[in-house]
């Protein structure tokens, strides 16, 4: 077994990543159309999906197909207690939720709601679960363990968000992104403190990231139930930011902090990805 790092996974996922979205970026902009617009969309994609991608080709190198084999057998991980997939549905639900409510007490009135229907979300997380794959493979599945047998889980949860965040970066200046103009420091803080959250699931389920992929995917079909995007925002390194967004940050902290302290002392072992005692029964009944 060849010495495994995480600088390699790191480069090349930063590298193809940043320039599968210039590219298609510049390629969406072309005014005479044709078959290189065409591609913007799916090489969009592919930059969406590079974590995935070198996580495998790495694993493949380092480990054999036994390797591959056990990195893909995490997200098989299904039998664990049902109240985990509540929780990963809901804890961002509860967060925005309770930011709602904190500037309702404070303020008086409630912030802006999204319009889409519940059972709408609901059924964008069943459908988009399938795509987190091509970020929690990398990020959850290949970088989290090999960071977290040198500085500890908690820590390690709190580094891989802010590399997390600094992946996201492109997306702040790509027109039509969804994030184009909104603060990055906002953004890092609370994307940090989710890494924090599905760290801890990943660890608590037995690294399960199937768990993980429900979460990743209840966040980005439920953040717009409350809105806390600052309109024609275009400074993308102020500190400004709604008070939904600050208080949503708040909350998911203090959530964030309880986890760490129970990781407090928990590694992954990255030599064996896969096959670490899991800190619940993976043949544990629902519920």
Request: a positive charge; charged letters at 10%; aromatic letters at 12%.
């Amino acid at each position: 077994m060849r010495a495994q790092s995480a600088l390699p996974f790191l480069v090349l996922t930063f590298g193809f990543t940043w320039a599968a979205w210039f590219a298609a970026a510049a390629l969406a902009e072309d005014r005479e159309g044709g078959l290189a617009r065409g591609l913007s969309g799916p090489l969009f994609y592919l930059g969406v999906v590079a974590p995935a991608l070198v996580a495998i080709a790495l694993t493949r190198w380092t480990n054999g197909r036994e390797g591959v084999v056990r990195l893909f057998a995490e997200i098989g991980r299904w039998r664990v207690g049902l109240r985990w997939y509540v929780l990963a549905l809901v804890y961002f639900i509860a967060i925005k939720l309770g930011a709602a409510l904190v500037q309702r007490v404070a303020t008086g009135g409630w912030p802006a709601f999204g319009e889409a229907p519940v059972l709408l979300l609901f059924a964008g997380v069943l459908a988009s679960t399938w795509v987190q794959a091509g970020e929690e493979l990398g990020w959850r599945g290949y970088l989290l363990p090999r960071i977290a047998c040198r500085m500890g889980l908690g820590t390690a949860s709190i580094g891989l968000g802010l590399i997390w965040a600094l992946w996201h970066l492109p997306l702040f200046y790509i027109d039509g992104s969804g994030s184009t103009g909104q603060s990055f420091p906002v953004y890092t803080s609370h994307v940090t403190a989710l890494s924090v959250a599905m760290a801890w699931l990943y660890w608590r389920t037995g690294r399960s990231l199937l768990l993980v992929m429900v979460m990743h995917a209840a966040v980005n079909n439920t953040t717009s139930i409350v809105v806390s995007a600052v309109p024609g925002a275009s400074n993308v390194w102020t500190l400004s930011g709604s008070f939904v967004a600050w208080v949503t940050i708040g909350l998911s902290w203090l959530v964030a902090f309880a986890m760490l302290w129970d990781m407090r002392g928990a590694t992954l072992d990255a030599a064996e990805v896969g096959a670490t005692k899991p800190p619940e029964q993976l043949n544990a009944s629902a519920g």
